[in-house]
Nanobody, 117 residues
Framework: QVQLVESGGGLVQPGGSLRLSCVAS????????MGWYRRAPGKQRELVAT???????NYADSVKGRFTISRDNAKNTVYLQMNSLKPEDTAVYYC???????????WGKGTLVTVSS
């Protein structure tokens, strides 16, 4: 079993920044993919960014150049630095973990990010 706990959400003005963190615990294989997804009000969950254990990254077009995903494998932690936030970034952000040795993807409970003046 894997547990994921997100933190760092909150209310921020347009143009501001936030840093999300997600700590994984439990059965963590060294080869894995951790990532961030989000669900905006009335919309389906969508990919934000992913990072593999060898530091390969992938971003949604809507966040490229504004968001940066990083990870600390020793701490089983993934981060999402969000800059130049826009109202359309408002969503619940979920951390995920998966990989070739996992039978399923694991999800955190989410952290709310609200971008509003």
């Amino acid at each position: 079993q894997v547990q994921l706990v997100e933190s760092g959400g909150g209310l921020v003005q347009p143009g501001g920044s936030l840093r999300l963190s997600c700590v994984a615990s439990g059965r963590i294989f060294s080869i894995n993919t951790m990532g961030w997804y989000r669900r905006a009000p009335g919309k389906q969950r969508e990919l934000v960014a992913t990072s593999t254990s060898d530091s390969s990254t992938n971003y949604a077009d809507s966040v490229k150049g504004r968001f940066t995903i990083s990870r600390d494998n020793a701490k089983n932690t993934v981060y999402l630095q969000m800059n130049s936030l826009k109202p359309e970034d408002t969503a619940v952000y979920y951390c995920s973990l998966g990989g070739p040795y996992y039978a399923m993807n694991y999800w955190g409970k989410g952290t709310l990010v609200t971008v509003s003046s």
